[in-house]
């Protein structure tokens, strides 16, 4: 009775958003006002990030039964959202409701999706895994057999971001326990959270500072609310702006702070020192997970039978490792992002780099160095990029239809 009284009273008051263009001169605003539920936070931060918006600033507000949130966001390019039909697209998932959304412990963010399969495999990993075509071999490991798995998701719930983050959320967290001292490479970029009470109001302050990136807040408040936390109240923001340029693109890489003050599901702030613990642990390891190591490729391209393994044998054949990879198709164009290495782990020879996007096409393979990365690898990546065109001898074009 009392969830079937609930959905009335959201219909009753179903989300009201505002999008503003007018009030920032270098962002859009988006004010979103809905009856609380548990979720809802993640359930709008879950829309903009599906959209490819960057959230710069964000301002949480959500006692008393009533959910209120400011964002301000921007596209890709960094740039306000001026198109009218990816402003109506906002407004219109935004505003719609998401009572049919499965809401049990561990399925927070599952969203009804039926136009595809998802199809889950998980094993021992290796050099040229994904250049392999058909399963059997993906599955096969010359490590360990028993650890290979292929599962299909239940129908109708699925949603990729929300189930990789579940899936790697444990195994991960369990390694970074497991280790009493973590090898940090740069400690200058690795997060700083910290938990602490505020008795006096009954909540548990939690302080994030780290590098910013994509999909940060979505990390975070995934990693929140897989922990059965609700935030209350929150402030997202950005400090001194040290944004760096790759083929005609900005990229934010200045500092974020996200601070929060939740509660447990149940009411209370957290009550132990080992609990405070565990969630900066949590914390630290989702933000961790999807920061880049080592170098990040993307190719945009029309999409056809056969370009995935094409494209990863070219970068087995290189002795390239692919750390992590993001494979997507929309409209007959393919985007993927690589983010790769040697295959012992360290940067990769700006010459190889070069040999690559010449294999594949210098307009459909882009480059994107980790701004960590030496400034004589960079130089060398300038270098082998002006002798490539001048010596080009092969096409995308070639290589499509070989």
């Not at 959201?10 to 270098?26: F, G, L, M, Q």
């Not at 929150?234 to 040290?242: A, I, K, S």
């Not at 890489?253 to 609990?275: F, H, I, M, N, T």
């Not at 990879?325 to 190889?352: L, M, Q, Y």
């Amino acid at each position: 009775m009392d969830d079937e009284f609930a959905k009335l009273i959201r219909r009753i008051n179903p989300p009201r958003v505002v999008i503003d263009n007018e009030s920032c001169a270098d962002a859009t605003i988006i004010k979103v006002d809905s009856v609380k539920k548990h979720g809802t936070l993640l359930h709008v931060v879950q829309i903009l990030t599906d959209m490819n918006l960057v959230i710069v600033k964000g301002y949480i507000s959500s006692d008393a039964g009533w959910f209120m949130d400011v964002f301000n966001v921007v596209d890709c390019n960094r740039k306000k959202i001026m198109d009218q039909e990816v402003i109506s697209d906002i407004q219109t998932k935004l505003e719609s409701d998401d009572d049919s959304a499965p809401t049990v412990t561990g399925m927070v963010g599952m969203v009804p999706y039926e136009e595809y399969t998802c199809i889950e495999l998980t094993g021992a990993d290796r050099t040229g895994l994904l250049s392999e075509e058909r399963l059997c071999n993906v599955l096969r490991s010359n490590y360990d057999t028993n650890t290979a798995k292929l599962t299909v998701s239940p129908p109708g719930v699925a949603h990729r971001e929300r189930r990789l983050h579940q899936m790697l959320a444990d195994q991960d967290f369990e390694k970074s326990e497991g280790s009493k001292a973590r090898v940090v490479q740069d400690k200058s970029s690795s997060p700083l959270v910290t938990v602490s009470d505020r008795t006096e109001k009954g909540y548990t302050v939690i302080t994030v500072r780290s590098d910013d990136r994509p999909k940060l807040l979505f990390d975070t408040i995934c990693t929140l609310t897989d922990m059965q936390y609700v935030v209350f109240h929150g402030v997202v923001r950005g400090g001194t702006d040290e944004a760096y340029q790759v083929t005609g693109v900005v990229f934010s890489c200045y500092p974020k702070l996200q601070e929060y003050y939740v509660r447990c599901v149940d009411g209370v702030p957290v009550q132990s020192e080992a609990e405070r613990e565990r969630i900066a642990q949590r914390l630290e390891t989702a933000i961790e997970r999807r920061s880049s190591e080592g170098l990040e490729l993307e190719l945009c391209a029309e999409d056809r039978i056969g370009l995935l393994p094409n494209i990863t044998r070219i970068l087995r054949e290189n002795n390239l490792y692919i750390k992590r990879a993001e494979i997507s198709s929309k409209g007959g164009k393919a985007r993927h992002i690589f983010c790769v290495t040697d295959v012992t782990g360290d940067e990769v020879d700006p010459t190889i780099v070069d040999s690559i996007r010449q294999q594949i096409g210098q307009d459909v393979l882009h480059v994107k160095w980790n701004t960590n990365c030496s400034d004589k690898q960079q130089q060398g990546s300038n270098i082998a990029l002006i002798l490539g065109n001048l010596f080009r001898n092969r096409s995308f074009s070639s290589f499509l239809i070989g």
